[in-house]
Nanobody, 121 residues
Framework: EVQLVESGGGLVQTGESLRLSCAASGLTFDNYAIGWFRQAPGKEREGVSCISSSDGIPYYAGSVKGRFTISSDNAKNTVYLQMNSLRPEDTAVYYC??????????????WGQGTQVTVSS
């Protein structure tokens, strides 16, 4: 039912920016959260950012605060992640996620296929 398609990943140098997009379909519930996880090679997945449809208050992992900004365009059913001042440690596969439990949790209900972000030094 719910499908998430990420785009916008790529290869950039340290200090540059990328904007990730997540196009959502089948998302008909009113109370949900949508955001981003990432997974670097050999590491566990970690939450990066999310925003709830109910209050619109964004969450950011400490490592990305001040550098990343999450936003949404409800008319286009799309959520974005603007990533500025990228660092090599940001290199990972980034996954769009949806949580139907009404809040951002550590266990999202739906995952996209992922988009690769590589930051070279």
């Amino acid at each position: 039912e719910v499908q998430l398609v990420e785009s916008g990943g790529g290869l950039v140098q340290t200090g540059e920016s990328l904007r990730l997009s997540c196009a959502a379909s089948g998302l008909t519930f009113d109370n949900y959260a949508i955001g981003w996880f990432r997974q670097a090679p050999g590491k566990e997945r970690e939450g990066v950012s999310c925003i709830s449809s109910s209050d619109g208050i964004p969450y950011y992992a400490g490592s990305v605060k001040g550098r990343f900004t999450i936003s949404s365009d409800n008319a286009k059913n799309t959520v974005y992640l603007q990533m500025n001042s990228l660092r090599p440690e940001d290199t990972a596969v980034y996954y769009c996620v949806v949580d139907l439990k009404g809040a951002c949790t550590r266990r999202p209900d739906y995952w996209g296929q992922g988009t690769q972000v590589t930051v070279s030094s």
